[in-house]
């Protein structure tokens, strides 16, 4: 028998009631629940990062964390972090001119550690960078230019005073 619970989260600013099994992920309640497919699986033991999300404003392994733990929680994802027009915000759009991604598989989860970063620390140095990619892998682009973009996403968001708090 399987033990269901029925959830209620605001996931990129829209709520949603579900009523799920109890071992479903949050990595595939976003992906099969709700059509949220830029989340991405690759490891499924929290090693790769590319299920990176927000919850609350923190990043979280989406693949280790239950959906029922996001029960009343804000889960923020990468199809959120477009601008209200729709158009790339600044990080995207730095990834994009900077050449941070590739065969863009990991990409997601770089974004949202990125926000997470930039959201808390304006202004974060290379090194401070590095050390926080740390938990995201990626095969293809040796992280120099999402480095350069995470900087240059930095310069633009302080420049627009956007860069803390958002």
């Given at each position: 028998?399987?033990?269901?619970?029925?959830?209620?989260v605001?996931?990129?600013?829209?709520?949603?009631?579900?009523?799920?099994?109890?071992?479903?992920t949050?990595?595939?309640f976003?992906?099969?629940?709700?059509?949220l497919?830029?989340t991405?699986l690759?490891?499924?033991?929290?090693v790769?990062?590319?299920?990176?999300?927000?919850v609350d404003g923190?990043?979280?392994r989406s693949c280790?964390?239950?959906a029922v733990?996001a029960?009343?929680r804000?889960?923020?994802?990468v199809?959120?972090?477009a601008?209200?027009?729709?158009s790339?915000?600044?990080l995207q759009?730095?990834?994009?001119e900077?050449h941070g991604?590739?065969c863009g598989f990991?990409?997601p989860?770089?974004?949202?550690?990125?926000?997470e970063?930039?959201?808390?620390?304006?202004?974060?140095?290379?090194t401070?960078?590095?050390?926080?990619?740390?938990?995201?892998?990626?095969r293809?682009?040796?992280y120099?230019?999402?480095?350069?973009a995470?900087l240059q996403a930095?310069?633009e968001?302080?420049?627009?005073?956007?860069?803390?708090?958002r």
């Open positions: 028998m399987t033990t269901t619970h029925t959830i209620s605001v996931v990129n600013g829209k709520t949603y009631e579900r009523s799920i099994a109890a071992r479903i949050l990595a595939d976003l992906r099969n629940e709700l059509g497919t830029g991405h690759g490891c499924e033991h929290g790769c990062g590319a299920c990176t999300v927000l923190q990043t979280v280790l964390m239950f733990q029960q009343g804000s889960v923020r994802t199809e959120g972090l601008e209200s027009d729709g790339l915000n600044p759009r730095a990834f994009r900077k991604l590739q990991c990409t989860g770089f974004l949202m550690t990125a926000t970063l930039l959201e808390s620390d304006p202004e974060p140095n290379e401070k960078i590095r050390e926080v990619l740390t938990g995201n892998l990626c293809c682009t040796g120099s230019g999402i480095v350069e995470i930095a310069q968001l302080r420049a627009r005073g956007e860069a803390h708090g």
